[in-house]
């Protein structure tokens, strides 16, 4: 079976999750009867033998990257004073256009587009060959608003596209609930297809530590919580701020410490100065490589208390890099993750009183990194690919549901 | 000659179990046992479903299996927190299991008033708590129990020399292959180091054929009529007394009424009744009706639980551990308190649900339903029951007695 990938961005020049799930699913697919070419938005060299990829457009990830990432549908940007929308729209639109110029796509069996910014360009590609389309999707834009409206523009683009599709994949419950509550998708035509993880390299403990004063501060009895993520409404950060500040009145030696870059930067750090909790707040900024691995491995506790997540690869992130995990319920994560702390996103008192009782118990926090590792271990993408193949096989004899 | 006996033993507990208890609630006069926002819970809740769903139609239809046939016997323990809130939240179902035990059919087995682990940690503590539930069982029902049965049926040498010298005709135990080795279950022994003790243990296989099977639809022999396990019953060759243990609350709770464990329960006793060697004992009445024929030797703990028969469940993980060292860690400064509300808390949370709620041992096999919790994770029990013990020191350091 051919299959005709629609993506936005793949490792190493992902800005988040969205990269790794496509990439790790179509390797696992890739050992099945299935070939896949996957289209991408930008120009660069991969060195990825298990499928063919190709460049819609030529320019480079850089530059793409400047009209914004993949989730930066529903905001504005401040460039020289002026106001207006990212030009991810224009983007989105060169990508539709350029995946119509296409050839040789009569040879597919199926289309299979990886979120809203290629969904049109999918939409196209069915109306052009007639072949069956599936929209998977990696969030919705209620989730990358932070549960507020969005761009009605983004949110035009995904109904449209998911009327038009033959078949959604949803990669969580709480992503199907959505789907069906903000676009009135019949709740039969969407799949829950839960996200995995891959294998990640071992920890060389013997390599010191990039926070190499974090590390110090932990001879002397500080505990680092780590929050991996976009600094973004989505990620409910201001209530772990104020979660934070109940945790530093029980526990002084307690330091959070922000990875990611996004428009709330500004507004954590000055509500880390109105707390008064400036001094146990670190801002790392965007890492990458051995700086973002480090990050999970300095942490005592990893927390995403996300107000909607479709997904979220961090926490099995951090569960395979041995660390324990707090993880808001309103997280499709937390569908498929039983060794990790769960609480409302909503529930500052509750999310101070969970991250104390890690910073405090050290047997509450080995059990979880135990049981964790284990069920970490039992992890891998072949079930949704296995589930992906059957979905693939009755589109191609044009069974629905 | 003596007629062969089934002594069916029913266990009826309900723990206190403690509501969300957050580290901000510490030194804040929080009631540890009162949850009013989670049904699962809440301890009235969760009485008055089992009292609907268990204990009032099982009394009801042991009431009527006593007055139809003279034989039926059985043999109760009821824990020292089920009374309590029995007294509390439903007088008249209490009035039901006092109606039981006034036939006299009824014999009463002795244990620990709050349901603890504490003969492995206090010994002292224990025997405080046998005498509570002594002079509960007294004050209820009239009874002094003369058998006695340590929580989650544990057991091993040491708890038969304890109940030997403290007087006790019989302990109940769990008759697991690994110590009766070539022996049966179906006798009465005496245990090794003990001089007029015996012990009754329990036949896990049939037992466990009602308990855990019963409703089962994928197990082969279901569904299991009253006919049927009484034949299974007859057909065993050997042996004097079988001896049935179970929870009380597999009558309507564990086994819902829908699987027909009321209409099992009803036919059963004459069942087994129609062959007129066969009859029904107490506890005590079979150990003074048949001669020890072997002793027993029990060098580690057993219990009658999972496959492993052992504390794993409710002692296995380091979190577990923590809890419940760092709860007897407490003991001398509580009891020295003289405040009888701390003692009690202290006391409660004792219980050894609390532990089994943080057994992580099946959460990551995904068989949630053999995992009885009134919890999201067994890290949350952990996090509820440490903020309670902290609350526990908080106290003590308020009355001067800093730890």
């Known amino acids: ?401 | 000659m003596t007629k062969r006996a089934i002594v069916l033993y029913l266990h009826a507990h309900q723990p206190f179990r403690i509501g969300h208890f957050s580290t901000f609630d510490i030194g804040e006069n929080k009631n540890y046992f009162d949850e009013p926002n989670d049904m699962r819970a809440n301890n009235r809740a969760v009485l008055d479903k089992v009292i609907q769903k268990s204990y009032i139609p099982t009394n009801r239809k042991l009431l009527e299996l006593i007055q139809q046939h003279p034989e039926f016997k059985i043999s109760l323990s009821i824990t020292g927190t089920l009374i309590e809130q029995l007294e509390k939240w439903s007088p008249h179902t209490l009035e039901s299991f006092k109606e039981l035990v006034a036939t006299d059919k009824v014999e009463i087995v002795g244990e620990t008033y709050h349901h603890s682990l504490a003969f492995f940690y206090s010994l002292a503590e224990f025997n405080n708590q046998v005498q509570m539930h002594r002079d509960k069982i007294w004050e209820v029902f009239g009874k002094k129990p003369t058998v006695f049965r340590n929580t989650e049926l544990s057991y091993n040498n040491d708890l038969a020399v304890w109940a030997d010298r403290a007087g006790y005709k019989a302990v109940l135990a769990e008759g697991w292959d690994p110590i009766l080795q070539w022996r049966s279950p179906n006798y009465v022994y005496r245990p090794v180091g003990t001089q007029t003790l015996k012990l009754l243990l329990k036949n896990y296989k049939l037992s466990d054929d009602i308990a855990f099977r019963f409703g089962d639809q994928n197990w082969e022999s279901w569904p299991l009529t009253a006919d049927k396990y009484a034949h299974w019953l007859n057909a065993i060759d050997n042996g004097t007394n079988i001896n049935l243990f179970m929870d009380y609350e597999t009558f309507g709770e564990h086994q819902w009424k829908e699987s027909g464990i009321f209409d099992f329960l009803s036919h059963f006793p004459g069942e087994w009744l129609k062959n007129e060697n066969n009859t029904f004992m107490t506890a005590s009445e079979a150990v003074d009706s048949y001669d020890a024929v072997d002793t027993i030797d029990t060098p580690y703990t057993t219990t009658w639980a999972d496959t492993e028969r052992d504390l794993s469940a409710w002692l296995g993980n380091p979190m577990q551990q923590q809890a419940i060292e760092a709860l007897y860690g407490l003991s001398e400064k509580i009891l020295s308190s003289n405040d009888w509300a701390l003692i009690e808390d202290w006391r409660k949370l004792q219980t050894s649900d609390h532990f089994y709620y943080m057994c992580t041992k099946w959460f990551n096999d995904g068989d949630i339903h053999a995992y009885f919790s009134p919890y999201d994770s067994p890290y949350i029990a952990f996090m509820n029951f440490m903020n309670t013990w902290h609350d526990l020191r908080y106290r003590l350091t308020e009355k001067g007695l800093d730890t």
């Open chain 1, 1 to 401: 079976m051919k299959i005709l990938m629609l993506g936005w961005e793949l490792p190493p020049h992902n800005s988040g999750g969205l990269g790794v799930a496509c990439y790790q699913l179509c390797e696992a697919l890739s050992v099945k009867d299935i070939d896949i070419e996957f289209v991408l938005p930008y120009n660069e060299v991969h060195s990825i033998d298990f499928m063919k990829v190709r460049a819609a457009l030529s320019h480079s990830a850089g530059s793409l990257r400047i009209s914004g990432i993949a989730y930066d549908s529903f905001k504005y940007t401040d460039t020289q004073g002026n106001e207006q929308w990212l030009s991810i729209f224009d983007q989105q639109k060169l990508y539709e256009q350029a995946a119509a110029q296409l050839t040789g796509y009569e040879s597919f069996d199926i289309i299979h587009a990886h979120d809203w910014l290629t969904f049109k360009a999918g939409v196209l590609l069915k109306q052009k060959t007639g072949k069956p389309l599936i929209l998977h999707v990696h969030s919705v834009e209620s989730d990358r608003s932070g549960g507020n409206y969005g761009n009605p523009l983004a949110r035009e683009i995904e109904q449209e596209s998911m009327l038009m599709a033959d078949k959604i994949v949803a990669v969580s419950q709480h992503t199907k609930n959505i789907i069906i509550a903000d676009y009135a998708i019949p709740a039969d035509k969407i799949e829950v297809i839960h996200n995995s993880i891959g294998k990640i390299d071992e920890v060389n403990l013997s390599e010191p530590n990039s926070y190499k004063y974090l590390a110090a501060l932990k001879n002397h009895g500080y505990k680092v919580i780590s929050s991996i993520g976009r600094l973004t409404i989505q990620k409910n950060l201001i209530n772990l701020l104020h979660a934070f500040k109940l945790v530093t009145n029980k526990e002084p030696k307690a330091i959070l410490l922000f990875v990611g870059n996004g428009e709330q930067e500004t507004e954590l750090l000055l509500l880390a100065a109105e707390l008064g909790i400036s001094r146990n707040v670190m801002f790392a900024g965007f890492q990458r490589g051995k700086r973002w691995r480090d990050a999970y491995t300095i942490a005592d506790l990893f927390v995403m208390p996300s107000v909607s997540e479709p997904f979220g690869l961090t926490p099995l992130e951090a569960v395979a890099l041995g660390v324990p995990v707090l993880i808001s319920k309103q997280s499709g994560v937390s569908e498929v993750l039983k060794n990790a702390l769960k609480v409302d996103f909503w529930d500052v008192n509750e999310m101070a009183n969970q991250m104390l009782a890690v910073l405090q118990n050290q047997s509450l926090k080995n059990e979880l990194i135990v049981n964790g590792s284990k069920e970490y271990e039992s992890m891998n993408w072949s079930k949704a690919a296995n589930q992906l193949e059957e979905i693939y096989a009755k589109a191609v004899r044009g069974v629905s549901g």
